[in-house]
C-alpha cells in the first residue's frame, strides 16, 4: 500500500524496533525511566528549553500544555482552524474550564497581531482572563515567517500573555528555515512536537518549556491518564527519530514539490505545495470513483474537493512516481 493520507501512518523501521527492543526501562511515573529522561534531556537541549516531558498523543500534549498555562475562567487565544482548537474535541473547554478564543487565520497561517490584541480582555469581571497566545507551526503544511514569529514573541511580552506553538510539525518548519529548532523556539514559553507523524515514531509527543511548567504539566498528564510505566520502549523510538529522521524530512518536501509537479503535467488542478503537503482540487463527480480507484490500486488517500497529500518515509519517489501512472490513467478512461 502506498498511503498518503498523512504522515501519522509511517511504521516504524526495523532499525527503530531493534533501538526500541535495546532500551533500558524503568517506572516512569517515579521518573525512573533511564530512556524517556534521556528523550526529554535531548529534546530539551535541541529546543534550548528547561524541561520536556513526553506525552502519548499531540493531543493530550496541547491539553496538558494549555491547562499548564491556564487556569478555570481563563482564556488562551488561537487560530478558528488551530488543532488545538478545532481538532481536539473541545478539551481545553470541557476538560481544563479554559475558554477558548477563536480568531482567523490569516492565509499564511499566522494570527495578525492587531487581531489579537482587539480579542485581549480587559481585567473586567465580566471577562475571562486572557492568560495565552497559541500558533501552530506548520499549519496546514505552511510555514509561518520567523520574522513573525519574532514579533509574537515581542508582542507577548508587552501584553503579558505566555506564547504557545503547537509544532506538531516544527522541524518540517525547520527543514524549511534551514537552521536549528532553537532558533524558533526561542520566540516562544512552551511548545509541542509530534514524534509519530514524518519523523516516524509509532506514538509519543513532547511538551516543552520551563522547568516550573514542566513540573505543573506532570500532575494534569497523570490526571489525563497519561502517566505510562516502562515507556522507555515507545521513548526509544523517539530517541531514534530525533537522531536519524530530521535530516531526511527535506526529502519528503522535494517529494511533495515533485509530486507537486508531476501532477500539474499531467493536468491535475495543484493548488499549492507547502513542506510535506500537496493539495489538489477534485472535480466534484470525481471525488469518490478517484478515491475508489485509487485504492483498487493499493494506494490510500483522502479523496475530497480539495484532497491533502502527504508525503512521508514510506512514500519513495519511486511510489509517487506509481502515484502518477494510476492518476493519468484515472483521468484518461
Ligand atoms: C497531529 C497533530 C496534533 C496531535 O495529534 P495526535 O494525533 O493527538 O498525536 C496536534 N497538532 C497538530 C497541528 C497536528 O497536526
Known amino acids: 500500500m502506498i498511503d498518503l493520507r498523512s504522515d501519522t501512518v509511517t511504521r516504524p523501521s526495523h532499525a527503530m524496533l531493534e533501538a526500541m527492543m535495546a532500551a533500558p526501562t524503568g ?11 534521556a528523550l526529554q534531556d535531548y529534546a530539551a537541549r535541541l529546543a534550548g528549553k528547561q524541561a520536556a516531558l513526553f506525552l502519548p498523543t499531540g493531543t ?6 494549555l491547562m499548564s498555562h491556564c487556569a478555570r475562567g481563563e482564556e488562551y487565544i488561537v487560530g478558528q482552524l488551530a488543532h488545538n482548537y478545532l481538532y481536539e474535541a473541545g478539551g481545553a473547554a470541557v476538560l481544563g ?8 487565520n490569516a492565509p499564511d497561517g499566522s494570527l495578525p497581531l492587531d487581531k489579537v490584541a482587539a480579542r485581549i480582555k480587559a481585567d473586567d469581571v465580566h471577562f475571562a482572563r486572557t ?13 509561518l515567517p520567523v520574522e513573525y514569529l519574532k514579533q509574537a514573541w515581542e508582542f507577548t511580552r508587552q501584553r503579558s500573555l505566555k506564547l504557545h506553538v503547537d509544532g506538531a510539525r516544527l522541524f518540517n518548519a525547520v527543514t524549511e528555515y534551514g537552521g536549528t529548532l ?3 523556539t526561542r520566540y516562544c514559553d512552551s511548545l509541542t512536537i509530534c514524534l ?10 513532547l511538551l516543552l518549556g520551563d522547568e516550573e511548567y514542566i513540573q505543573r504539566a506532570r500532575r494534569w498528564r497523570k490526571m489525563a491518564g497519561g502517566g505510562m510505566r516502562q515507556v522507555g520502549i515507545l521513548a526509544a523510538a523517539g530517541l531514534y527519530a530525533l537522531h536519524n ?19 500539474r503535467e499531467i493536468g491535475a488542478d495543484v493548488i499549492r505545495q507547502d513542506t510535506n503537503m500537496v493539495f489538489v482540487r477534485i472535480p466534484g463527480e470525481e ?13 490510500l488517500i483522502s479523496s475530497a474537493p480539495v484532497t491533502r497529500l502527504v508525503t512521508h518515509l514510506d512514500t519513495p519517489r519511486q511510489a509517487l512516481g506509481e502515484v502518477i501512472e494510476r492518476w493519468q490513467a484515472f483521468i484518461r478512461q
Open 60 to 65: 493530550q500534549a496541547n491539553l496538558v500544555g
Open 131 to 143: 492568560k495565552l497566545l497559541s500558533l501552530e507551526n506548520t499549519f496546514n503544511g505552511k510555514v
Open 196 to 205: 509519530s507523524k514524518g519523523l516516524g515514531a509509532p506514538a509519543g509527543s
Open 245 to 263: 529522521n530530521v535530516q531526511r524530512l527535506k526529502d519528503d518536501h522535494a517529494n511533495a514539490a515533485w509530486l507537486a509537479k508531476a501532477l
Open 287 to 299: 471525488v469518490a470513483p478517484l478515491g475508489e480507484y485509487m485504492k483498487q490500486h493499493n494506494i
Open 182 to 184: 532553537e532558533e524558533v
Open 97 to 104: 474550564s479554559i475558554q477558548p478564543q477563536p480568531i482567523d
Open 27 to 37: 517506572d516512569d511515573v517515579y521518573g525512573d525511566d533511564p530512556t524517556v529522561n
